[in-house]
């Protein structure tokens, strides 16, 4: 008992294992906390819309899910139309106001839960595919839990710094010599140290994964465990017969063997080579090199030894395919590794683990003569384990000059004015689209992107700007062969007093795991929104980015992102500094206030085009004829501009550019002239 509390102390506190122990619980769970995201984040932002329908459909398909679905589908198309229809009607004086809220009433009702609908449509549209083995669930808990194959690095650090001291501290110390000549220094020796590291390394495995299954279960829950794995789809083409939960337990059972091999690695090298810096390095390559160094995901799950036990999760994958544009033919990205060959491989990894430890206890045992040793390198294991947790946490902030008071307008995306210069799209030569300024004192025109590798980067056609700065989009791309992949989206925002550039905001696009650190590929739903994104703007605190029907808001510090506003179709959208202007479905202007959150109707104005300046609302008024109207902000008073109805109009400066209604024609109105 002596010797085993001896060692005990040494590992935990001569060798500083417990404060790497601490160190990794802190760090995993601010990991956890910080960069968790949700497979699908648009469940937890529209929760209270999808969870109703959730309920109702809950469990195994039935044929009485699917009538649910093709009603519920058509009611809402049908609500679409008719309040469509209704609107129109009331605008046109067809429809008296009270028949039109009782007509629209219980139609925009129902339109609320769209969002909702549309997310467990497409939970349905998988779940029809394969019904007998695939249920119904709130996935995001489930699919943070299993549906990836990271290697944790924070854990596979800590076994390193816990095991490897095991057998070389004593080397370092010239102690091995000394411990042999005693009674109980051979065998006996041996054997406590190899029962005291791997009974650790289970114990913390064990608690490990208990803290992952605890933080899932509170952030998003882990209800309907006795579901079928498939019913997630990173498992949908899997052959396994088993329940999420019972994936789990493998998962875990499977990580336990994988971390006791690995254990038995480190101490087998740290007996060879006796040296605490190089054991560190060989180890740590025989884990890294082939989970990075194979281009085929499922290969590292062929292969005996602790790397695919570790990650647990490919042993229940089923064999997927990717189309090759190229030759038109199927690709393999994971083969399935069946259940014959899991035995094999866990049969082959299992003997050598046995023999590992033999090699040990007879190296331990008859090494009575010992030669000089030199000194080994004591490593800084502290700087490496907070180097290793050091990841890249997106957050931007911002040099803007938030005194300076911008207004933006949705129809003015394409262009911008300050002091010295006017940035415009230059869309004369359709072949080459380009953002360009203007010199205002010279009239020369310079192109405002020097873009070293055009056939790599596109451009979107939206500018923002506030004060000297300028802010644009663009998008990266690779090309394999003739298919071109869209991978990254960035916001840059330039200086225009020394035209030098700074990335504020970086979006991860491509759908493949990246090769560094094997990071998650991005969320389909964020990649397509952010591809169908046509024109963004941001204040001191968030970036706002205008898709086809939402408005997300990212914050510049952590990242996250929400969604602020939705409406059926984004057409006229304006902001101030702090509130949101726009069109909604009735066709009344709406502002929202983006520090609180709330919305404000704009009484009596009803139209689907408006523009935003220092102190009015210009827009066309749909109750009269489409003709041109100003509002006061300051004191709400309305008069009218024209006459005659106006198709569509813009402003430049003092001056609004009109086209006539009934001539076609173009027109200009001097604001000063209009008393504004």
């Known amino acids: ?24 619980f802190v760090l995993s769970a601010a990991v956890m906390l910080v960069l968790d995201k949700p497979e699908s984040p648009d469940m937890e932002m529209n929760a209270s819309l999808y969870s109703p329908y959730l309920k109702q459909v809950q469990g195994p398909y039935t044929e009485a899910t699917e009538h649910f679905f093709m009603e519920e589908a058509a009611r809402i198309s049908d609500a679409k139309v008719a309040l469509q229809k209704a609107t129109d009607d009331y605008y046109d004086g067809k429809m008296g106001k009270a028949a039109f809220l009782s007509t629209s009433g219980p139609l925009e009702a129902l339109l609320q839960n769209e969002k909702g609908f549309q997310l467990i449509y497409d939970q349905y549209t998988y779940v029809r595919e394969h019904p007998a083995n695939r249920y119904f669930l709130y996935t995001n808990g489930w699919n943070g839990l299993l549906a990836h194959d990271s290697l944790d690095l924070l854990w596979v650090l800590l076994l390193l710094l816990l095991v490897t001291p095991v057998f070389c501290f004593e080397y370092e110390s010239r102690m091995d010599a000394l411990l042999l000549t005693v009674r109980k220094g051979t065998r006996y020796h041996a054997v406590c140290k190899i029962g005291l590291a791997l009974s650790t390394v289970a114990v913390l495995c064990l608690l490990s994964t208990g803290l992952r299954y605890i933080f899932y279960q509170f ?5 309907n465990g006795g579901y079928p794995l498939q019913s997630l789809s990173y498992f949908a083409t899997s052959t396994r017969d088993c329940t999420l939960f019972e994936a789990f337990m493998w998962v875990t059972a499977g990580k336990l063997f994988g971390s006791l091999c690995f254990a038995a690695l480190i101490l087998l090298v740290s007996v060879c080579l006796k040296k605490y810096a190089v054991a560190l390095f060989s180890c740590t390559a025989v884990i890294l090199l082939p989970y990075y160094g194979l281009s085929l995901e499922s290969t590292k799950y062929f292969l005996p030894g602790p790397l695919g036990f570790l990650v647990s999760t490919g042993y229940l994958r089923g064999t997927e395919y990717e189309r090759n544009p190229l030759n038109n033919q199927l690709d393999v990205v994971f083969r399935e590794v069946s259940l014959a060959v899991w035995s094999v491989v866990f049969a082959v990894t299992l003997i050598l683990c046995l023999g590992v430890l033999v090699v040990i206890l007879n190296r331990r045992t008859n090494m009575w003569s010992t030669g000089k040793r030199k000194r080994g390198i004591r490593a800084v294991s502290l700087m490496l384990t907070l180097c290793m947790a050091l990841s890249a946490i997106a957050g931007c902030s911002s040099r803007d000059n938030t005194e300076t008071r911008v207004i933006f307008n949705y129809s003015s995306k394409q262009s911008y004015e300050n002091e010295h210069y006017r940035f415009f799209i230059d869309e004369t030569d359709l072949k080459n689209i380009r953002i360009v300024f203007e010199d205002k004192q010279t009239g020369e025109k310079h192109n405002f992107i020097r873009n070293p590798m055009p056939s790599l980067t596109r451009v979107e056609n939206a500018l923002f700007g506030k004060g000297t700065h300028v802010y644009y989009i663009k998008y990266d791309s690779d090309k394999a062969g003739f298919r071109e992949n869209v991978n990254r989206l960035s916001m840059i925002e330039v200086d225009t007093t020394t035209f030098r550039e700074r990335v504020v905001f970086e979006k991860k696009l491509s759908m493949n795991k990246s090769p560094l650190l094997g ?21 001191e605190h968030s970036l706002y980015f205008i898709g086809q029907d939402e408005i997300r808001r990212v914050n510049r510090l952590t990242g996250d992102m929400q969604v602020v506003l939705r409406a059926p179709v984004m057409r006229s959208i304006a902001f101030d500094g702090r509130t949101i202007y726009y069109v909604d479905g009735k066709s009344q202007v709406v502002q929202h206030d983006t520090k609180t959150d709330s ?27 489409q003709k041109l109207y100003a509002l006061d902000l300051r004191d709400s008073d309305l008069h009218k501009l024209t ?28 604001r000063s002239e209009t008393g504004s």
């Open 643 to 670: 006459d005659m109805p106006v198709l569509s109009f813009y402003c430049e400066g003092q001056s609004i550019f009109y086209v006539n209604k009934e001539d076609q024609k173009q027109y200009r109105l001097d």
């Open 519 to 539: 990071l998650a590929k991005a969320n389909a739903q964020d990649v397509n929104f952010f591809m169908s994104m046509s024109a963004f703007f941001l204040d």
């Open 219 to 223: 952030q998003y829950g882990l209800e």
């Open 599 to 625: 919305e404000t109707v704009v009484p009596d104005l009803i139209t689907q085009a408006f523009v935003l300046t220092d102190t009015e609302l210009l827009f066309l008024n749909r109750k009269d004829q």
């Open 1 to 24: 008992m002596s010797t085993w509390m001896y060692e005990m102390k040494k590992m935990f506190l001569l060798q500083k294992g417990l404060l790497f122990i601490i160190l990794y």
